[in-house]
């Protein structure tokens, strides 16, 4: 049995116990036989009437903190319905409706992180390309400033041989 249905059945049975000893206490001398059977029969239903009430009252406060400690799990879908008409449906229906948001704001925050990738990826891209756009600029002036150098150690050359061709002769 929980603790929350041993807090309630408990003094419901000891009241009722209450009850007939004072009851007792009154007509204490006028007890015969038939006393005890109704004593008797009446601490029973008295013990199962205080559980019963006790079951009662907890049961939708049970399920009410099963619910809530599947939600701080993370189980976002976890809802609670309460047939009662008292402050306990009450309690349920905020618990849904705070259950809902905390589902919304996690498609919202999940929403915004796809969007906020699609950005990125975007602006990476741009950003891709000029780099890609770059290295062909750096390449293309490597190449050229290569040709030049060949062509200045060409120009070189001619220059010695031309050199030489007028000392020798």
Do not use: C, H, W
């Amino acid at each position: 049995m929980s603790k929350l249905i041993t807090k309630i059945t408990v003094p419901i049975i000891l009241v009722g116990f209450f009850t007939i000893a004072i009851f007792i206490a009154l007509n204490y001398e006028q007890l015969n036989s038939s006393f005890y059977i109704v004593f008797l029969l009446l601490v029973i239903f008295i013990f199962f009437f205080g559980l019963a009430v006790g079951q009662n009252f907890s049961s939708p406060i049970k399920k009410l903190l099963d619910r809530a400690k599947e939600l701080s799990n993370g189980d976002i879908s976890s809802q609670v319905f309460l047939e009662t008409k008292d402050e306990l449906s009450e309690l349920a229906s905020t618990f849904n409706k705070i259950a809902e948001e905390l589902k919304i704001s996690q498609e919202q925050e999940r929403d915004m992180d796809k969007s906020v990738d699609i950005k990125v990826r975007a602006k990476t891209q741009v950003l891709e390309e000029t780099i890609d756009a770059l290295e062909q600029k750096v390449r293309n002036r490597t190449i050229e400033a290569e040709r030049l150098v060949k062509r200045v150690n060409e120009l070189e050359e001619e220059l010695k041989s031309k050199k030489q061709d007028a000392r020798a002769s």
